[in-house]
């Protein structure tokens, strides 16, 4: 993981992983969004599609794909499904206190 200067006019450090993939090749991925927790040597979901400000890059990870490690964005309000967040709201709806005390005894 390192931070890119994007080609002008734009001028914001991009972060991007050096990702192995299954076939073995050695390929640059951006990842998205204002924040990470990716460390070294963790599994991640690599899509296509090229970041036009920073030449080489022509991938980009997931966020919040399950059993890999690029969690979801916590705090996104807005486009959420690129970010992998869950909606905080309907799961509040979803917990009954009465059913949790249940299933925990």
Known sequence: MAKI?????????????RVILSTYQRVNCH??????N?????????????VPDIP???F???HGARGYGLDGLAKRKSS??????????RLRLDLIPGD?????F
């Open 60 to 62: 980009k990870l997931i």
């Open 31 to 36: 990842i998205p969004g204002e924040t990470h």
């Open 56 to 58: 080489g890059v022509k």
């Open 80 to 89: 959420r499904s690129r970010y992998g967040t869950k909606d905080f709201k």
């Open 100 to 104: 949790f005390l249940e299933t925990v």
């Open 5 to 17: 200067a994007p080609k002008k006019p734009n001028s914001a450090n991009r972060s991007y992983a």
């Open 38 to 50: 990716l460390h070294k040597f963790s599994i991640v979901l690599v899509r296509g599609g090229r």
